[in-house]
């Protein structure tokens, strides 16, 4: 419940999970990206259906004009370098990061 109770706080948190436009990053056999963004910030949300632990290869939009990826529930950074970055996840697992 601990979990669902995180994910219910981020959304109430930050509007671009309510109210922002959806685009699609990546959608493969066991990983599915997707930015919900609105005009203060962007979220990217990185689900691992898989059992298995990988890296999530994505392409962030170049018109972000992004330089890293905040994780919102465990404060960890990645770097986007010419719009790209590689999130590593645990098997059955999820991220979500603000795009800075």
Do not use: C, Q, W
Not at 16 to 36: E, F, M, P, S, T
Not at 58 to 66: K, Q
């Amino acid at each position: 419940m601990d979990e669902v109770s995180k994910i219910i706080k981020l959304r109430s948190s930050h509007t671009a999970l309510r109210y922002g436009d959806y685009y699609k990053v990546i959608a493969d056999d066991n990983i599915y990206a997707y930015v919900r963004s609105e005009i203060n910030e962007r979220i990217l949300v990185v689900l691992n259906k898989g059992d298995k632990n990988t890296a999530a290869n994505l392409v962030i939009p170049s018109v972000y004009n992004a330089s890293k990826l905040v994780g919102l529930i465990d404060d960890s950074e990645v770097s986007i370098i010419e719009s790209k970055a590689s999130v590593e996840l645990n098997g059955m697992s999820y991220g979500i990061f603000e795009i800075k």
